[in-house]
């Protein structure tokens, strides 16, 4: 069974930092593309940022210079550390695994965790 968990979301104020947990099971993680989305009320979806099986990086522009993905295959796990946070970055933050192979596409999500950035 395929599971994402989420960690790490909270309260913080403008200018803090936050560091986000996505704990994987149920499938190989070191193959798949690891991906951080986020919604904020009102919004589409956005690509935050996201990490290659080949730790190839990349940002939205929005975020570039003050988040950084990384991952951690021993422990099946994809981290977000964010700093410098700004109201704008309030939003549902969700973890996703993905993997596109030659005749379908392997999508799984988690089940989001909320980061509020207020004073």
């Known amino acids: 069974q395929v599971q994402l968990v989420e960690s790490g979301g909270g309260l913080v104020q403008p200018g803090g930092s936050l560091r986000l947990s996505c704990a994987a099971s149920?499938?190989?993680?070191?193959?798949?593309?690891m991906n951080w989305y986020r919604q904020a009320p009102g919004k589409q979806r956005e690509l935050v940022a996201a990490?290659?099986?080949?730790?190839?990086?990349n940002y939205a522009d929005t975020v570039k210079g003050r988040f950084t993905i990384s991952r951690d295959n021993a422990k099946n796990t994809v981290y977000l550390q964010m700093n410098s946070l700004k109201p704008e970055d309030t939003a549902v933050y969700y973890c996703?695994?993905?993997?596109?192979?030659?005749?379908?596409?392997?999508?799984?999500w988690g089940q989001g965790t909320q980061i509020t950035v207020s004073s």
């Open positions: 996703n695994a993905e993997l596109i192979a030659t005749t379908r596409t392997y999508d799984y």
């Open positions: 990490i290659t099986s080949g730790d190839s990086t």
């Open positions: 149920g499938f190989i993680f070191s193959i798949y593309a």
